[in-house]
T-cell receptor, first 111, second 113 residues
Framework: KNEVEQSPQNLTAQEGEFITINCSYS?????LHWLQQHPGGGIVSLFM???GKKKHGRLIATINIQEKHSSLHITASHPRDSAVYICAAPYSGGGADGLTFGKGTHLIIQP | DTGVSQNPRHKITKRGQNVTFRCDPISEHNRLYWYRQTLGQGPEFLTYFQNEAQLEKSRLLSDRFSAERPKGSFSTLEIQRTEQGDSAMYLC???????????FGPGTRLLVL
């Protein structure tokens, strides 16, 4: 079973700051997922990436397959970015199965 | 709204009772996944289907849990003889193909008294 570790668990920052959330996993994979969960809300997929970097608006995700490490960055953070950010990797490695999740990073952006 | 629906959204039951949850995935999605999330934790994988075939089950899926996807469309998750430790959010997700983005439903929150 893949083990996924995230850091930090909690992060409070001021509006406008550059945010970085880190994720590492134990078993080689074909793709890693970043997801967002608002309090009391559902889970939304942000990125699925297998190499390099992806960007969507102010969100950037990078992955280093050799290092088994990924980062999620938020530029010009805003209070509406406050949420739990979760990384997830295939449960048994590869890509053909369910996901195993990190415990999430609880992000609070203060105005 | 991701297009994945789950019913009921909330369920309160007494210990020892059986409960059944339903998930309706996005219609053309072949893959359907069940996860469980307890308070303050990330979701945990339970099982997944490729069409009607159940392809993998985690060790969290004890004998009291059973999942079906009889026609390759909607899926049900049944918990028999519920225990207080079963209290959690049960999440369903679907994807078009292997390794594709998973779309999550809103979840069914179960409370076992």
């Amino acid at each position: 079973k893949n083990e996924v570790e995230q850091s930090p668990q909690n992060l409070t920052a001021q509006e406008g700051e550059f945010i970085t959330i880190n994720c590492s996993y134990s078993v080689g994979i074909s793709a890693l997922h970043w997801l967002q969960q608002h309090p009391g809300g559902g889970i939304v997929s942000l990125f699925m990436l297998s190499s390099g970097k992806k960007k969507h608006g102010r969100l950037i995700a990078t992955i280093n397959i050799q290092e088994k490490h990924s980062s999620l960055h938020i530029t010009a953070s805003h209070p509406r970015d406050s949420a739990v950010y979760i990384c997830a990797a295939p449960y048994s490695g590869g890509g053909a199965d369910g996901l195993t999740f990190g415990k999430g990073t609880h992000l609070i952006i203060q105005p | 709204d991701t297009g994945v629906s789950q019913n009921p959204r909330h369920k309160i039951t007494k210990r020892g009772q059986n409960v059944t949850f339903r998930c309706d995935p996005i219609s053309e999605h072949n893959r359907l996944y069940w996860y469980r999330q307890t308070l303050g934790q990330g979701p945990e994988f339970l099982t997944y289907f490729q069409n009607e075939a159940q392809l993998e089950k985690s060790r969290l899926l004890s004998d009291r849990f059973s999942a079906e996807r009889p026609k390759g469309s909607f899926s049900t998750l049944e918990i028999q003889r519920t225990e207080q430790g079963d209290s959690a959010m049960y999440l369903c997700a679907s994807s078009l193909l292997t390794g594709e983005t998973q779309y999550f439903g809103p979840g069914t929150r179960l409370l076992v008294l």
